[in-house]
Nanobody
């Protein structure tokens, strides 16, 4: 059973960088069939795809967030991370990490973590 767990600060000040980590168990982030996503959901709004990191470390970002987003990974810890810079209150959201296997859709999700941007 694959499990994903988001971790990081729940409160970030405006203009700072939001940093979250997703720890994966029950599966390897280097499995060729898998890609690993960050998605967020602002209060009262729908899901927004932020970025993806593939099994080989290749990244791709949402065009609307590309200038502020960076994904990375630590294969020794089986973790991948999100950094979102220059945050504003509009970046307040529940942040999820998820897995896509064989480009068939996201089959495993973390429970999500609420990040509030406020001074």
């Amino acid at each position: 059973q694959v499990q994903l767990q988001e971790s990081g600060p729940g409160l970030v000040k405006p203009s700072q960088t939001l940093s979250l980590t997703c720890t994966v168990s029950g599966g390897s982030i280097t499995n060729r069939a898998d890609a690993w996503f960050w998605i967020r959901q602002p209060p009262g709004k729908g899901l927004e795809w932020m970025g993806v990191i593939a099994y080989d470390g290749t990244t791709n970002y949402s065009p609307s967030l590309k200038s502020r987003t960076s994904l990375s990974r630590d294969t020794s810890k089986n973790q991948f991370s999100l950094q979102l810079s220059s945050v504003t209150p509009e970046d307040t959201a529940v942040y999820f990490c998820a897995r896509d296997r064989d480009q068939e859709g996201m089959d495993y999700w973390g429970k999500g973590t609420l990040v509030t941007v406020s001074s």
